[in-house]
């Protein structure tokens, strides 16, 4: 059975980029997003399918489309097309569920998910609901186990805060997720691993090589992750024919132990140096050509240390933060230019980007930069 009711009447609500993500959610929590359409987009706006099956259903979208002014509910549908007749999977956890849940309990069913190796983690704040929900989508993941983020991520060390809802029958929390070639190995309760940042693990050695012709005596750059987690930047990195060495500093101990694991595992223990430790006191300055910034939150406040680790008077920065979207790249650039320069150094973007939205209204943004003095 289509999970659309084939009487409901199709609309559109036409959104700002910006703001499209918070309009998705709540037109998905009140249970009017079409899931038989799919959501468009250009260069400016995005296209959201909703179904209006009474007076109250066209009044709530209107409500939630008059808090963003300049959103538009249209009865235009060419942005919007059908999906094939194929169903995906969250078209078929619904179709599994909607006869024993209410359209308020469907709504609020997560469309999106990470899978860390077979391990399922869904994001809601409604644990009854996951918990009677969660066995579906085990069945249509193919999932061994089940944790439901309600907290996200603690402290320093990014210690994830998740519920158990379906453990795994064999005791073993322990997964492996391959990606790029690479297995990591990690148990995802203790470890946080953002399954959404699988292209900048990689894209990082596509940038210009620091050295175009090497120095007498090198093999190539000497990399440094001052926040290598279990590897997820050290590994790809250690991979690349542009890179002799990978300095990877970790602090949680948990975390390094994983990581020295996944370097054995991929064979890669004798280019991957690990050290663990904080990096503002363990490090010794002047080590690196590459320096890789992979925390977010705060990594601005780094900055200064890592100029102090590069061994020549030039090198390449990977700079990862989170910042409200009217900051964006532009922002973050002109603060860390700022740094640079009281520390005597120029820098140079040679590209930046947002990678995902982090929160409502939070993105997540990289800086390549180019840094000399």
Excluded at 65 to 88: A, C, F, H
Excluded at 360 to 365: F, L, T
Aim: proline share 5%; charged share 30%; hydrophobic share 35%.
């Amino acid at each position: 059975m289509d999970i659309r009711d084939k009487k409901g009447k199709c609309h559109t609500i036409e959104v700002p980029k910006s703001e499209a993500e918070d309009v998705r959610l709540l037109i998905k929590r009140s249970g009017l997003l079409d899931p038989s359409r799919s959501i468009g987009k250009d260069k400016e706006r995005v296209y959201i399918p909703v179904r209006v099956q009474s007076k109250k259903d066209r009044l709530s979208i209107l409500d939630i489309v008059n808090q963003y002014p300049k959103s538009l509910l249209t009865k235009n549908m060419d942005q919007t097309p059908e999906r094939s007749r194929g169903k995906n999977p969250y078209q078929k956890i619904v179709e599994m569920l909607e006869s024993t849940m209410n359209r308020e309990e469907i709504g609020s069913l997560p469309d999106r998910w990470d899978m860390v190796g077979d391990c399922l983690i869904l994001k809601s704040k409604d644990i009854k609901t996951m918990k009677r929900a969660s066995e579906a989508y085990m069945e249509v993941l193919g999932a061994r186990y089940v944790l439901l983020d309600r907290k996200g991520v603690s402290g320093e060390l990014r210690n994830p805060q998740y519920d158990v809802i379906n453990p795994p029958e064999d005791g073993e929390w322990v997964t492996e997720h391959r990606e790029g070639g690479i297995v990591y190995r990690l148990d995802p309760r203790r470890i946080m691993f953002s399954s959404g940042n699988v292209g900048e693990r990689t894209k990082t050695v596509s940038y210009p090589e620091i050295y175009p012709v090497l120095p007498a005596g090198t093999e190539g750059e000497v990399a440094l992750d001052m926040f290598a987690g279990i590897g997820y930047f050290s590994l790809p990195l250690a991979r690349s024919d542009k890179v002799a060495k990978v300095i990877a500093c970790e602090k949680n101990p948990v975390a390094y132990r994983f990581l020295l694991e996944n370097a054995v595992n991929n064979e890669l223990g004798g280019r991957i140096l690990g050290i663990l430790g904080d990096n503002r006191v363990c490090l010794p300055e002047r080590i690196a050509d590459r320096i890789i910034m992979g925390y977010v939150g705060s990594t601005r406040d780094y900055i200064s240390l890592a100029l102090k680790m590069l061994r020549e008077d030039s090198g390449v920065i990977h700079l990862h933060d989170t910042v409200p979207m009217e900051v964006g790249v532009s922002g973050l650039y002109s603060a860390i230019r700022g740094i640079c320069g009281k520390s005597g150094w120029e820098s140079k973007l040679m590209d930046g980007y947002r990678i995902k939205w982090y929160a409502p209204r939070i993105e997540h943004v990289v800086l390549h930069l180019s840094v000399n003095r």
